[in-house]
């Protein structure tokens, strides 16, 4: 056996001891709310999962306090079998509607998971005044026509969406819809239109960031495009991040990108572009883009 059949096999088998471990874990809470342990002739639940799953002390206190928090939210409830314990108590600590906790451990990693939820305890701590901060009252009047394409545009957001949407929220979509053509016509396009950064744009993204996450100063390790470049073919606005910012930035947790990245603000709720979905479907099948990511 070779040393990369060797490494391979421990990949395998140790990625699977962690599936088993999950499932496991996932069912002590009923398991201790029945007392199978006790009638099982375990000393405690403790025993009952150090010698049946190899799971410690920790652990069992860990999803067993998670499983109370959780007895409102079936939903993300559900996820500590198929996700793991560990992301979900992440997520359950995120003051987010359930199904945008579940959304978010679906398609974040653990690590960006909990990466998000310290800028959003940030931002409660010390809120800057950038848009969707504090909500302001407007009062103007439309034609009724225009009040009923408002509604019926609301209407179709709660179908995609499958939540309530208020019309200031239908609103913002509309003028984030109105906005995407703009933004992409600040970024001409580059004659050669090729995925490619000259060494000259890495110069000058050196000389302002160095090599470290525009966000957070770890050590950057990809090449973010705000206005992404699949779309405007053009490196007019680069951000260096690390790889748990850009899942961020990917999975649209981001309120404000477009402007300058000390100013960035978690988003509470999800919302990819067609591009940021096709980088998530990407990165879920382990598939790497060679030099840099859109």
């Known amino acids: ?5 060797l490494f391979d096999l421990c990949q395998k088998y140790g990625g699977n001891a962690k599936i088993w471990q999950r499932k496991f874990a996932a069912l002590l809470p009923e398991v201790d709310k029945r007392k199978l342990w006790k009638r099982k002739g375990f000393y405690s639940i403790y025993d009952f999962a150090a010698r049946l799953g190899g799971v410690t002390t920790r652990i069992v206190d860990e999803v067993l306090t998670l499983d109370k928090k959780l007895e409102d939210k079936p939903l993300l409830k559900a996820q500590v079998e198929k996700q793991g314990w560990s992301k979900v108590s992440i997520a359950a600590r995120i003051p987010v509607k359930e199904e945008e906790a579940v959304k978010m451990v679906e398609t974040l990693s653990r690590k960006t998971l909990e990466v998000y939820a310290h800028e959003v305890d940030i931002s409660k701590e010390s809120p800057k005044a950038t848009t969707g901060c504090k909500p302001v009252k407007l009062n103007f009047k439309v034609k ?3 009040e009923l394409r408002l509604r019926k545009f609301r ?7 499958k939540e309530s949407v208020s019309l200031g929220e239908a609103l913002e979509e509309l003028l984030d819809q109105a906005e995407k053509p703009k933004q992409i016509r600040k970024s001409e396009p580059s004659k050669e239109g090729k995925r490619y950064i000259s060494a000259g744009d890495k110069r000058k993204i050196k000389e ?4 470290k996450c525009a966000m957070c100063k770890q050590p950057a390790t990809e090449i973010h495009h705000p206005d992404r470049f699949a779309a405007t073919k053009a490196h007019k606005r680069l951000v260096p991040l690390c790889k748990h910012h850009h899942q961020i930035a990917h999975a649209g947790l981001i309120e404000n990108e477009q402007d300058d990245p ?3 603000r978690p988003r509470k709720r999800m919302k990819p572009n067609a591009i940021d979905k096709k980088y998530q479907k990407h990165r879920q099948k ?3 883009i060679e030099n840099f990511k859109v």
């Open 1 to 5: 056996m070779t040393d990369k059949e």
């Open 144 to 146: 009724p026509e225009t």
């Open 155 to 161: 209407q179709e957001l709660e179908k995609e969406r």
């Open 208 to 211: 302002r960031y160095g090599h």
């Open 262 to 264: 000390k100013d960035w």
């Open 286 to 288: 382990n598939y790497r």
